[in-house]
């Protein structure tokens, strides 16, 4: 059986990085984007980062251009967005595909361990993805493919994957699991 920390992720630069270097921390694995209804969600992301990095919590942000073509730009482009918009100090890795045949396999991985169970009906937003992705697969539901930008994967210390959040979720909640995790 695999663990995460047998996978890596990829600087901006195209350096790997090997998941194995945050052993013994709380990870929060994200895919983003800058042009999306949830990127205000950076917000609430960076004020962890802020609260809980010296505890213990690591941010991993890969952008993705794979849901309504909302990450276009370059990984440099991206970045500067987030820093100067959101103050981010977390580090963003290279714009990679989380679903379909070049998707990281980081992914493949998540997506083997928490399988989609659903959007947070209080979102004002979970109407317009329900609708959108019913009409494209009326299946979308059963299938543990990332739905949208902003789904987030929480890792504890031990390198379980022991939660996943879609975008629709509250983020005090995302910020309550990863807090009793530290």
Request: net charge negative.
């Amino acid at each position: 059986m695999s663990s995460i920390y047998d996978y890596s992720v990829f600087t901006t630069k195209g350096e790997e990085v090997k998941l194995e270097k945050f052993k013994g921390k709380v990870l929060l694995i994200v895919n983003t984007a800058t042009g999306c209804g949830f990127t205000p969600q950076y917000e609430p992301l960076e004020k962890m980062y802020e609260n809980y990095h010296d505890k213990g919590l690591e941010i991993i942000d890969i952008p993705c251009n794979q849901f309504g073509g909302q990450a276009p730009g370059s990984d440099d482009e991206i970045h500067a967005f987030c820093t100067l918009h959101y103050d981010t100090k977390f580090e963003q890795f290279k714009k990679s595909d989380v679903n379909g045949g070049n998707e990281l396999k980081l992914y493949t991985f998540l997506k083997s361990q928490k399988g989609f169970e659903g959007f947070d009906d209080d979102n004002k937003l979970t109407p317009v993805l329900k609708d959108m992705l019913g009409k494209a697969d009326p299946d979308y539901a059963k299938k543990s493919d990332i739905k949208w930008n902003f789904t987030k994967f929480v890792v504890n210390k031990n390198g379980e994957v022991v939660k996943r959040f879609e975008p629709t979720a509250d983020m005090a909640k995302v910020e309550e699991c990863v807090k009793s995790l530290l």
